[in-house]
């Protein structure tokens, strides 16, 4: 089994602690080099990571990846037993994949991919940090006095990690009306799969980060990331960047 990912992404991480958890062996395929993102093509056409190949067999989006793992390795489960917990999980995922992801990516763009657009508009950080602070209140409730959010440990908390972790890098960690998210983000970062995961991602960013040209590199835009960064104030920006070719969207597949 062979994952094609770059830590760097909190899809890809998502399913490396999924990996983990479960105990599973693969072989890592990291994406970096325009000959692994042609590879990537030919196993994913939106050219996205992760995608995972098993058997010779392709198979791409981090939550089709998860689904799958859980149906080939179903123990120990990352999904709850309880029909109604695992809807809940879903779409506590669908929420952190979506809406959570796109706050911290456009946090993201304005303080390690663009800072000088940070310097010019200081107002899209700030307002991006009170979407974070909103965000972080909703979890705070659906936590309530559990220790993972769906009971046990499950996909809910593993998909949030990576992008609660990259709010709080960025200066928004949960703050002190919200005690019982900031003691499961503890808990959570305390596990060695997403101890092992963080570091992971550490690492590929600061290589990502040490290479020419880093701040020039033109970003991958989509879905939620699009509305958040129009709610910010950043639409008639981002137009300009799709048209000189700073920003990109996934190819039509
Ligand atoms: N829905 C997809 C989203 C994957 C995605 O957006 N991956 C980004 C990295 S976070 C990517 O590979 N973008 C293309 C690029 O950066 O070139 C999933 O869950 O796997």
């Excluded at 999980?89 to 992801?101: F, Q």
């Excluded at 709610?231 to 000189?244: F, I, M, N, V, Y």
């Amino acid at each position: 089994m062979q994952l094609h990912d770059n830590a760097f992404s909190p899809y890809a991480l998502k399913v490396r602690m999924v990996l983990y958890e479960k105990g599973v062996d693969f072989e890592l395929c990291e994406v970096w080099t325009d000959a692994d993102r042609e590879r990537l093509r030919t196993l994913n056409p939106r050219v996205e990571v992760p995608a995972l190949v098993d058997d010779g067999v392709a198979i791409a989006d981090s939550r089709v990846i998860c689904e799958y793992l859980e149906e080939r390795f179903p123990e120990p489960a990352v999904y709850p037993r309880d029909a109604r917990e695992r809807a809940r999980c879903r779409r506590l995922e669908l929420k952190s994949d979506g809406e959570i992801d796109a706050c911290a990516y456009v946090l993201g763009l304005v303080k390690l991919f663009r800072p000088a657009l940070d310097k010019e508009r200081p107002e899209i950080a700030e307002r991006a940090g009170e979407i974070a602070s909103q965000h972080h209140a909703r979890l705070e409730q659906e936590l309530g006095d559990r220790e993972w959010l769906c009971g046990e440990l499950s996909l809910a908390d593993l998909a949030l990690a990576p992008h609660l972790r990259t709010l709080a890098f960025m200066g928004h960690p949960p703050g002190p009306e919200h005690p019982a998210l900031a003691a499961w983000l503890e808990r959570l970062s305390a596990r060695p799969s997403v101890r092992r995961g963080i570091r992971e991602m550490a690492a590929n960013f600061a290589r990502a980060s040490s290479e020419p040209g880093f701040e020039a590199a033109p970003l991958h835009w989509r879905d939620h990331r699009i509305e958040c960064a129009v709610r910010c104030g950043l639409g008639s920006w981002l137009d300009q960047e799709l048209a000189s070719g700073g920003a990109f969207l996934s190819p039509i597949a």
